[in-house]
């Protein structure tokens, strides 16, 4: 008996010393902080001495708190920060001056007070293609790969971040080929079905598999005969006629001979404020709250893009010189985020991008600063924040203080190609969107795309007197270039107008594959 307890006492203490050791593990990194996106909001406001934030307009028109859509009250600070005067004063007259001077301080202002900064030390991504086989999408024969990219995860395991991406690329043409990236679900488009002996051999396996599991299955077999239960499922057939409308935009991208990726937001860093200890944002702050001017999800998610580029750059089916990025709505903000930031795309499609986007943050017409610092602050930088306080140790702000604007973070683009595309409120690309704001930025931009040895839309820089042309007519003559088609909110009728241009400003013509 003695030694019986004396047997259990040294097994008590070994395993209290050994749930002791798995207890100290995890203890090296604790665990990501849970906080609601009020909660989280709330850290944000204090670490800035915020007391008080105005609320966001209503989006609905017949509501009394409703956002401003009277153009007489749109422009309370007319005057945009200047373009190319250095905060010195210097006029920027030269290429050089841009690159070296200016460029730089507005870089520095996006990154402080908008859309904040790329932590130092974000870990390596390692791309592994997990499927690549040969698909039909429509006619065209393509090669779809899906691919993951692994951050590694090392300094925190308890975060992980997997970015999915699917690439596709048309098997037709002679390569490597341009591909413009789009900010979306990625699957691959048309999965190879087996063929229909392989189908037979998967059939057989199956059936026997369920007979051994459960032998009264071989009765119900028995009863039918000729059932087969795995059946093929029927894809898009390259041979069937071609319905009306207009093919896809992805469509129309492979017919042109362009591949397209399609890449996960969410899988980079997730779309609200809760998910901010989480992501890529939480895994380098080790499941912290951010600092004032720590990244945003737009500010991850054009990361992620600029991470999806690096693994394009390693596929010989790939023009890695001439890959674009593209989104609608917030993925237009992030798309527009992505070509400022990431010099290596060499062009956007930038879709119904509003406030935070295309849009000028100083206007009052439609979604407004407040609602950018409201509930959608976590896309920006905390910092972001100040032009939405009514009462804060510093005063009150408005996006009349904001030190850049819109039509800056556009002329971080340029030389390159950009396409600011937009619908009409009737067909439901609402007036929250201010097209007539985006119209001023891109204006505005212009003048960087002319110092650089570019075309603009072909006007002047006068943003508050050049007026936006009717719906439908493109300004396509330049590297940066404005449609506003006659459909929602999209950027799929836009296609068809995008696609010639960019093939043209590139100079790329596809070649058959022989
Ligand atoms: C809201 C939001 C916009 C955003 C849009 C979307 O309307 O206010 O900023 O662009 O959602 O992404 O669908």
Redesign the pocket.
């Known amino acids: 008996m003695k030694r019986f307890f004396l047997l259990l006492l040294v097994v008590m203490m070994a395993w209290s010393a050994a749930t002791q050791e798995i207890k100290s593990a995890p203890g090296e990194f604790p665990p990501p902080m849970r906080l609601t996106a009020q909660q989280d909001q709330e850290n944000m406001m204090k670490q800035l001495g915020i007391t008080v934030l105005r609320p966001g307009p209503s989006?609905n028109e017949s509501d009394p708190n409703h956002a401003n859509y009277d153009e007489a009250l749109a422009n309370p600070c007319p005057q945009l920060p200047e373009l190319l005067l250095t905060k010195k004063g210097k006029k920027v007259t030269t290429p050089e001056i841009w690159w070296n001077e200016r460029r730089p301080e507005i870089v520095e202002d996006f990154e402080r007070e908008v859309y904040g900064r790329l932590p130092a030390g974000i870990p390596e991504v390692k791309w592994s293609v997990k499927i690549s086989e040969r698909e039909f999408v429509g006619w065209t024969p393509v090669i779809a790969k899906q691919l993951v990219g692994r951050v590694d995860n090392s300094g925190y395991p308890l975060i992980s971040v997997d970015i999915k991406m699917v690439l596709v690329v048309p098997a037709n043409v002679k390569g490597p080929v341009p591909v413009l990236m789009m900010f979306g679900r990625p699957s691959l488009p048309a999965p190879a079905q087996p063929s229909t002996e392989d189908l037979e051999k998967l059939n057989e396996s199956f059936k026997a598999m369920m007979i051994a599991h459960n032998p009264e299955m071989k009765e119900i077999y028995d009863r039918y005969p000729a059932y087969t239960p795995i059946t093929r499922t029927t894809g898009p057939n390259p041979f069937a006629p071609r319905g009306e409308g207009e093919p896809s935009p992805t469509e129309q991208l492979l017919a042109a001979g362009w591949g397209y990726a399609t890449i996960d937001p969410n899988s980079i860093q997730a779309d609200n404020g809760a998910g901010l200890t989480q992501g890529i944002i939480g895994l380098v702050n080790k499941g912290q709250p951010r600092k004032p001017d720590d990244w945003g999800a737009l500010r991850a998610w054009a990361w992620g893009a600029a991470r999806g580029l690096d693994y394009l750059e390693t596929d010989p089916l790939v023009d890695a010189a001439k890959v674009g990025i593209e989104g609608v709505?917030?993925y237009?903000?992030a798309a527009l985020v992505t070509l400022a930031f990431e010099s290596r795309f060499a062009l956007g499609l930038i879709g119904s991008?509003?406030?935070?986007g295309v849009t000028l943050h100083r206007r009052v017409f439609g979604?407004a600063v407040e609602?950018l610092t409201g509930g959608?602050y976590y896309w920006m930088a905390g910092n972001y924040m100040k032009y939405g306080a009514e009462k804060a140790s510093f005063g009150r702000k408005t996006g009349c203080d904001l030190p850049v604007d819109s039509h800056q973070l556009l002329a971080l683009c340029a030389p390159r190609l950009a396409f600011i595309s937009y619908g009409i409120p009737e067909k439901g690309d609402a007036k929250?969107l201010d097209q007539q704001g985006s119209w001023m930025a891109t204006i505005g931009a212009g003048a960087a795309y002319k110092l650089l040895g570019a075309k603009d839309l072909g006007l002047s820089n006068n943003y508050m007197a050049e007026i936006m042309p009717p719906v439908n007519t493109g300004l396509l003559d330049g590297q940066l270039a404005w449609r506003q088609h006659d459909g929602g909110h999209t950027d799929a009728p836009n296609f068809r107008h995008f696609i010639p241009w960019a093939s043209k400003m590139l100079k790329y013509e596809k070649t058959p594959a022989r």
């Open positions: 989006g709505s917030r237009g903000k991008s509003g406030k935070g979604e609602s959608e929250w």
